[in-house]
Each structure stands twice: as C-alpha cells, then as structure tokens.
C-alpha cells in the first residue's frame, strides 16, 4: 500500500509539473509573436481537428500583424517611444474646423489599418484622429504582447501626444484589448477624456484566456488560471490582478459602451460586470444583436452612427 501510495503521489507530482511545463509554454506562445510578413492568422474556430490538437500539446505560434493599408486622406505618420525603447507608430489624421480629436485602439493582434471605417466616420462628425498601433503591433516595434497591461502606457503615449498637438478636447476610442488599456490607463495616469467609447472589453485577464479555452473546447478551469498565472510571471506582472472591471470604478467621464449578442470571445456576464461598475451615471450600453466580437461600424453601420452622434453632441 506504500508503494502504491507513493507511485501515485509521485504520479500526480510529474502530471502537475507537465501541465505547468505545457501552459508556461503555451502563456509564451500566446504573448510572443514573430514575424513572417504579415500572413493572416487562423481562428481557433477556423481550425481543423488536427490543428486544435497540436494547439493543444505545443501551442499556437501567432505571427506580429502587419499594417499594410495607409489613408486616403492627408495624414502625418508619427513616432512615439515607450519607457523600454520601443518605437510606436501613428498617423495623425485631421479634420476641417474640428471641434476635438479622437485617439482609437485596436484589439490584440490588430493594428490601426483596421480601423479607418471608424476614423472616418468621426472625421465626418468633425473630429481629428489618431490612430496607434500598439507595442508588437502593426509598424511599432517589438513582439511581446501584455493584452492591455503595459499597452496602458502606450495610450498615455497618445494622449501627451494629441494633448500637445491640439488643445480641443479629446474622446478616446477602444475596442477589446484596445478598450481594455483604456480603462487601466485613465486612472493609472491620471488622464481626464472629455468622453470614453468602449467596446467589448473583457472583464479580467482571466476571463480573456478563457475564451481562448472555449476556443478550442478546452475546460477554462484549471488551464486559464494557469495561463494567466504564467503569462504575468513571464512578462513582470500579476496576471490575476489585471482587471478592467476593477478599472472601470474609477471612470468617472461618460461612456458609451458596445457590444454584441453572439459575441464568442467576452460573455454578458464580463459586459455587465464592467458595465455596471463604471463609476459615471453618465454612460449608455447599446447591445448589436446581430454582432459578434466584431467592428460594430461595419456590421451595422447606421445604429453605429446614431449612438456615437448622439452621445457626442
């Protein structure tokens, strides 16, 4: 009985240390792109069923996105530089007799090309923009990816910027992960939006890995915890405690909140804890019932337009 005891302790032990060898590896992969010339990612809900199982025992190997399209309009590309060294990439885009700017924020792996439908959409109401491609996104340097943790800085980068290039009163725009900065940046740095745009961030880090999990028909528990605990520990961070519901409590501007009923990626449950903790009575959550984790300018375009003119006038 001993024996058998200690072989199954002994069992147990090595079955721990693999799967903690298996989602470091994996917290690794989804944190740390390469580049190969900008080729389009799979979806998890793209793959086959030999290509989930490799995902599963060796991870996704995840290629740096590419900004490939310019404006067509006049614009200035500018360079920011983080704490680290990394140069940021933005394109300045202005509008006639504008009446205030907004700064938009992509979602993970996404990069600023991706959203000229919204640029230009604010420009018509009047508004400069600046779009940025986060650290390890698009044309900025680098390759590791914090899913909003340290990009929080990268969103300071564009206010001091805008703050300096224009005084009229800025709006800042987010989508996912892009929203996610957002809401860690306002109070970690103190910044005073006239207005906040935000769509469908995730409520924690946690909640972000597990739809990485439901992605690939994996049980979120105990795989998004240890990914989470393993992604802070490899990029310098607390992973668990990465949590924009928490941020949301000190967001004391109006927010306009978007998100889609057939989102896959963040559950009502994230959107309304979020939601609900945001610390301003002056902010208005518009549901797209036949959106997924998409652009919402783009699948439906004229709600899109009546909730943003109306919540910025």
């Not at 614009?75 to 007799?97: D, H, S, Y």
């Not at 924020?105 to 400069?128: C, M, T, V």
């Not at 559950?267 to 797209?288: C, D, R, W, Y």
Request: proline share 5%; charged share 20%; hydrophobic share 40%.
């Amino acid at each position: 009985m001993k024996r058998f005891l200690k072989r199954a302790a002994w069992t147990c032990l090595s079955l721990f240390l693999l799967l903690n060898i298996i989602t470091a590896f994996h917290a690794w992969k989804f944190t740390h792109f390469y580049d190969d010339g900008g080729r389009r990612n799979k979806l998890p809900e793209q793959m086959s069923t030999g290509e989930k199982l490799r995902t599963v025992l060796f991870g996704v190997s995840i290629a740096k996105s590419a900004t490939t399209t310019r404006p067509a309009v006049p614009f200035e590309t500018v360079l920011l530089r983080t704490q680290n060294g990394l140069r940021l990439e933005g394109w300045w885009i202005p509008a006639k007799a504008a009446k205030g700017t907004v700064i938009l924020f992509h979602g993970y792996n996404g990069n600023k090309g991706s959203l000229f439908p919204e640029a230009d959409r604010f420009r018509a109401l009047g508004y400069n923009t600046f779009l940025l491609d986060f650290r390890a996104h698009g044309n900025s340097e680098g390759y590791t990816c914090s899913v909003g943790y340290k990009e929080a800085e990268d969103v300071k980068l564009a206010w001091d910027y805008v703050q300096q290039k224009s005084p009229l009163p800025i709006v800042l725009w987010g989508v996912s992960m892009g929203a996610a900065a957002i809401l860690k940046a306002v109070p970690e740095y103190g910044l005073t939006p006239q207005k906040v745009i935000l769509q469908c961030p995730f409520a924690t880090l946690t909640d972000a890995v597990k739809s990485r999990m439901r992605s690939v028909h994996l049980p979120a528990s105990p795989f998004s915890q240890l990914l989470t605990f393993w992604g802070g520990v490899e990029l310098g961070f607390w992973g668990s405690g990465f949590k924009p519901e928490s941020y949301a409590r000190q967001i004391h501007m109006p927010v306009l909140y978007f998100y889609g009923q057939k989102d896959i990626r963040v559950m009502p449950a994230e959107t309304q804890a979020v939601f609900s903790n945001l610390g301003t009575q002056q902010k208005k959550l518009h549901i797209f019932p036949n959106a997924g984790h998409q652009s919402f300018c783009g699948k439906d375009s004229a709600a899109w337009r009546t909730e943003v003119t109306t919540f910025l006038q």
